[in-house]
């Protein structure tokens, strides 16, 4: 099955206006996804300013923007600070990244990111990467699998969902998400069915491409690539990768450890913008409904 649509950005008015674009600017969309995002910045920019966007997905490839302002990088934005370098990139004014899924991915079944969808469990953005979904699920340690569930799903009942994936590959590979579906079901709360088995897909799919490393690496280049003033918003979509994004942008760290230079000032090299979360109306929701868990954090350098 393939959607018709390939992604429909949340928060697309917030994202651009806390951006603050100049028109000669050089910005970076981290994650071009439909293209939403990036048209957005090209219609704010004037003739000298630059958009780098990258995007690791080979099927984007075909539909990127015909524009002289516009790079497309196809690459993870983990080498955020690399490509700059190639692209003789010195400084940026500003980075958008979308940690979201795109509606393409969760609605075309082969891809395997939706268990409402029967396909190869898969999982990888990059289908040149090595290790999927069924991958993980046939060789990981029954310990790691807990860890995953528990750490990037938030299950109350990881180390069951563990040890039922691992009874049940005894006997026969989990190849489907349909297989994998089935197998957890008696671990899942019948009350919140689809919320269980949204956070289990969610957690594979957080350690198929290594996403909490991605982020904290592209955080740290960006904030060595910003002009002071610049800024960098963040969309996230679940309490972990909210969590280290708020982290960083108010201490510097992942940690959300406080440090101080040796008069005791803070020394947290960007300040948020926004410390209140912005999160989509009910208009946006009704409109976008897998926008309803997006979540906002804008940070300027300092």
């Not at 003739?47 to 690791?56: V, W, Y």
């Not at 340690?141 to 990881?158: H, N, T, V």
């Amino acid at each position: 099955m393939q959607s018709t649509v390939y992604h429909i950005p949340a928060l697309l008015g917030a994202c651009i206006e806390n951006l603050a674009i100049r028109p000669d600017g050089t910005y970076v969309d981290a994650t071009y996804g439909g293209g939403g995002h990036s048209r957005a910045i090209l219609e704010r920019l004037g003739a000298k300013g630059r958009l780098f966007s990258f995007d690791q997905d080979e099927d984007v490839c075909s539909h990127t923007i015909d524009d002289p302002r516009f790079t497309f990088i196809h690459g993870n934005f983990r080498f955020l600070k690399n490509f700059m370098r190639y692209h003789e990139v010195e400084a940026i004014d500003g980075l958008l990244a979308d940690l979201g899924v795109s509606f393409h991915h969760f609605d075309t079944s082969e891809r395997g990111f939706s268990f409402r969808l029967d396909g190869h469990l898969d999982m990888r953005m990059n289908r040149r990467a090595h290790l999927s979904a069924a991958d993980v699920v046939a060789d990981y340690p029954q310990e790691k699998l807990s860890d995953i569930f528990y750490l990037y799903g938030e299950l109350r009942s990881a180390r069951k969902i563990a040890e039922t994936i691992v009874a049940a590959r005894r006997k026969n590979r989990i190849e489907t998400t349909g297989q994998l579906a089935e197998i957890v079901s008696p671990c899942i709360d019948r009350r919140q069915e689809k919320k269980e088995l949204a956070c289990i897909f969610q957690a594979l799919r957080i350690e198929v491409n290594l996403e909490t490393e991605a982020l904290q690496k592209m955080l740290s280049s960006a904030v060595t690539l910003l002009r002071q003033g610049g800024r960098i918003a963040i969309l996230t979509y679940h309490s972990l990768e909210d969590r280290i994004v708020k982290n960083f942008f108010k201490t510097g760290n992942f940690e959300g450890r406080v440090e101080k230079d040796f008069f005791g000032k803070e020394s947290a090299p960007l300040r948020p913008l926004n410390n209140k979360v912005i999160v989509p109306d009910e208009e946006e929701i009704i409109r976008n409904p897998r926008a309803r868990s997006a979540k906002l954090r804008v940070a300027e350098k300092l």
